[in-house]
């Protein structure tokens, strides 16, 4: 089957100072996939209430910069939008949604992460090498809107990016969203950093979640002729046949 992505439009943003609410709307969605939104909100200690029926899988909340990432797995069909609650005095929202097929029908993030700073340098959102085949993996950095994020030749081909980089308007503190996915490639660490083009606070989250076709990475069998008993070293199985 696959992880696919169905549907990913250009997003929602408020376009007032400090909204109390954010209406996102996307086409029609389809029974059992995975829902995915990627929401920031700036001002004093902003916040964003997580929808009904909807999780909360990652969220960093700061004092001028809040990230959430919300999923709604196996959704019944048929969505198309939902109205966000949000505290974000002297402050926007921003929202940015994808719908997946190929995912089961309950979250199972495997790799969950919150990252916060103050500069240019984004760091490497991602800290563990994957442990099943086939997951879906998603970074989601926001900072001010007066910055932008490049992480050209700073991500593995398996990202794909930077996907509804939406920003809210005419707050007294603007946010704007950077969003990541892909699929993971092997065993190997799903590698994303960037960097932004002026000092701000920003926000960040990456998750990593297990697809329906994932599963145990294979073991190699090394077969030994004229040995002793079989042992494992490392990832690998050593089979001693014969003596």
Avoid: H
């Avoid at 959704?75 to 505290?87: D, E, M, R, Y």
């Avoid at 089961?104 to 760091?123: H, L």
């Amino acid at each position: 089957m696959g992880i696919t992505l169905v549907q990913s439009p250009g997003g929602n943003a408020s376009t007032i100072n400090s909204p109390t609410s954010l209406v996102c709307s996307w086409g029609a969605t389809s029974a059992g996939n995975l829902l995915i939104l990627m929401v920031s909100a700036t001002g004093s200690s902003p916040t964003v209430t997580t929808p009904g029926g909807w999780t909360a899988l990652g969220s960093n909340p700061g004092t001028s910069i809040s990230t959430y990432l919300f999923t709604l797995a196996n959704n019944a069909g048929g969505l198309t939008g939902v109205t966000l609650a949000c505290s974000a005095t002297n402050g926007g929202i921003s929202a940015s949604f994808f719908e997946f097929s190929g995912m089961p029908a309950a979250n199972n993030a495997e790799y969950t992460n919150t990252f916060s700073g103050t500069g240019t340098a984004v760091p490497q959102l991602v800290t563990s090498n994957v442990q099943k085949t086939d997951e879906l993996c998603l970074a989601f950095v926001a900072s001010n809107a007066t910055a932008s994020l490049s992480t050209s030749g700073s991500r593995t081909p398996e990202w794909v990016g930077n996907v509804n980089g939406i920003g809210s308007t005419n707050a007294t503190t603007n946010t704007r969203n950077n969003t990541y996915y892909g699929a993971s490639v092997g065993t190997s660490t799903p590698f994303i950093q960037g960097t932004l083009s002026v000092s701000v606070v920003w926000s960040a989250i990456c998750v990593r979640l297990l697809s329906s076709d994932s599963g145990p990475f294979s073991v190699p069998v090394i077969a030994i002729i004229g040995g002793n008993a079989g042992q494992v070293a490392g990832q690998f199985f050593q089979g001693m046949v014969g003596g």
